[in-house]
Nanobody, 125 residues
């Protein structure tokens, strides 16, 4: 499956962006999905994850501001980002891996087989 992330851009602090991850070649309904980000000079970190069944996980720094969702019929996963802060500036990547469990989440990048190309999010102060 090929993943393609879109929706990044430049926004002022306090603003919102919506990232989308679309799949070609296969439906995402059997995949657990996640969004990671990597800021300059920092390691890639998990932002949010969603299971096949819709269970979600968020890193503490984005709880209450970001929301991950999926539309299996459209094979898309979205990340709604509100109240953006300069420290959210990073390249955001969507990632997915097949899962036999509707409940399974994974917080580790090494457990994801497929990655999108990344989309830049820049938040100005």
């Amino acid at each position: 499956v090929q993943l393609q992330a879109s929706g990044g851009g430049l926004v002022q602090a306090g603003g919102s962006l919506r990232l989308s991850c679309s799949a070609s070649g296969r439906t995402l309904s059997s995949y657990r999905m996640a969004w990671f980000r990597q800021a300059p000079g920092k390691e890639r970190e998990l932002v949010a994850a969603i299971s096949r069944g819709g269970s979600t996980y968020y890193v503490d720094s984005v709880k209450g501001r970001f929301a991950i969702s999926r539309d299996n019929a459209k094979s898309t996963v979205s990340l709604q980002m509100n109240i953006l802060k300069p420290e959210d500036t990073a390249v955001y990547y969507c990632a997915g891996s097949p899962s036999t469990s509707v409940l399974s989440l994974s917080l580790a990048a090494r457990n994801y087989n497929y990655w999108g190309q990344g989309t830049q999010v820049t938040v100005s102060s």
